[in-house]
């Protein structure tokens, strides 16, 4: 069986290099981080016993890292899921973004507890990614 892929799915690809664009501003905010709270490099995370401002830069640290860990499953979901569902996918990974984006201004503010207000809401998004994928696998199967 061949797979012909939809123009829309051009949308996909755009929320993927937006998603590229996302992480380096993320990564960006580590480096301003590490020169504001004095952690150089290659410390990952600073020790609050060495570093009064360690709880500061943890937290933008880990809220780069946890979507660092999660950027493989997204991207493998968003990609597959939007061959047979392009729009939908597109829209979905945009609102991971969005999502995404005040899960990292949330942990970053140094209260980890702020990154679920608005940034709880990527999950949903991955879900419903998962449930595009799924329905490409199944379209797949049936032939």
Request: hydrophobic letters at 50%; aromatic letters at 16%; one cysteine or more.
């Amino acid at each position: 069986m061949a797979v012909e892929i939809p123009k829309e799915y051009g949308f996909v690809v755009l929320v993927l290099v937006l998603y590229s664009f996302f992480n380096f501003w993320m990564a960006f905010q580590v480096g301003m981080a590490r020169k504001r709270y004095k952690v150089p490099y290659p410390t990952l995370y600073a020790i609050e016993s060495e570093n009064k401002d360690a709880k500061l830069f943890n937290c933008v640290q880990r809220g780069h890292q946890n979507s660092l860990e999660v950027m493989p499953i997204f991207f493998v979901l968003l990609l597959l899921g939007g061959v047979r569902h392009p729009l939908v996918a597109a829209g979905l990974g945009f609102v991971y973004i969005v999502a995404r984006y005040f899960y990292f201004t949330g942990y970053s503010s140094g209260d980890p507890a702020k990154r679920l207000t608005l940034g709880k809401y990527n999950m949903f998004a991955l879900l419903g990614l998962l449930g595009c994928t799924i329905s490409f696998a199944v379209s797949l199967i049936r032939g």
